[in-house]
């Protein structure tokens, strides 16, 4: 049986990141992004589409003009795609937090409210 413990993460300071370890990085941040982004879109203009058509079905069963109710309908179809996008977005950063980029990890630190100097990073070896 062996007494050695697994490796801890190491604090790395972004100088000493390699050009390959900066694409891994960019990569996996950038992927990641498109295809929230691309799902926040798709979820967004179904729910438009659908509010849209059930408050045109509304206007046009009552009579009404639709002309009246077009700028509140697409602030409403805003409002529901900031929602959701928000939404998306929290989703894409817990992802962010849980990925691996190569040999990398990103990582959140509670600060003591001593600014940016009180976490150490060690040197680059």
């Known amino acids: ?44 203009m179904l729910f438009g589409m659908i509010t849209g058509a059930a408050g045109g079905l509304v206007i046009g069963l009552s009579g009404a003009s639709m002309d009246r109710f ?19 977005f929290t989703v894409w950063f817990k992802w962010i937090l849980r990925a691996r980029f190569g040999s990398l990890r990103l990582l959140l630190v509670r600060g003591r409210n001593q600014g940016p100097s009180d976490v150490a990073i060690p040197p680059a070896v």
């Open 1 to 44: 049986m062996s007494d050695e413990s697994p490796p801890l993460d190491t604090a790395v300071a972004v100088e000493s990141l390699s050009l390959r370890e900066w694409l891994e990085l960019y990569w996996g941040l950038a992927w990641r992004g498109i295809v929230t982004t691309l799902g926040s879109l798709v979820v967004s």
């Open 70 to 88: 077009r700028l509140p309908l697409q602030v409403l179809g805003g409002a529901i795609g900031l929602v959701v996008g928000f939404g998306f």
